[in-house]
Nanobody, 118 residues
Framework: QVQLVESGGGLVQPGGSLRLSCVTS????????MSWYHQAQGKERERIAR???????GYADSVKGRFTISKDYSQNTVFLQMNSLVPDDTGVYYC????????????WGQGTLVNVTS
């Protein structure tokens, strides 16, 4: 059974940084794509960062150059380093396994809330 547990969110000022973690179980991070998604209040959830089985990364234009996705096989964890945060980054962040052209594959975890405000 796949489990996804996100953490690391919080209140941060514009320009600040946070590091989100997604502890996974039931997913082989060496063989699958993983993504981080962002859902702002009142908006649809959107994928913002993806890492392939081989470690190739891709980002939405809104976060390119500011966010970095990575993974640690030994910890079964996917990370999202978030720098230069802006108020539009506020929202709930989720991780999920996904497949190109298919999207997220599993039930969503509880997510972790990020609030960027002065």
């Amino acid at each position: 059974q796949v489990q996804l547990v996100e953490s690391g969110g919080g209140l941060v000022q514009p320009g600040g940084s946070l590091r989100l973690s997604c502890v996974t179980s039931g997913i082989d991070l060496r063989s699958n794509f993983m993504s981080w998604y962002h859902q702002a209040q009142g908006k649809e959830r959107e994928r913002i960062a993806r890492i392939s089985s081989k470690g190739i990364t891709g980002y939405a234009d809104s976060v390119k150059g500011r966010f970095t996705i990575s993974k640690d096989y030994s910890q079964n964890t996917v990370f999202l380093q978030m720098n230069s945060l802006v108020p539009d980054d506020t929202g709930v962040y989720y991780c999920n396994q996904d497949a190109p052209g298919v999207g997220a594959l599993h039930e969503w975890g509880q997510g972790t809330l990020v609030n960027v405000t002065s």
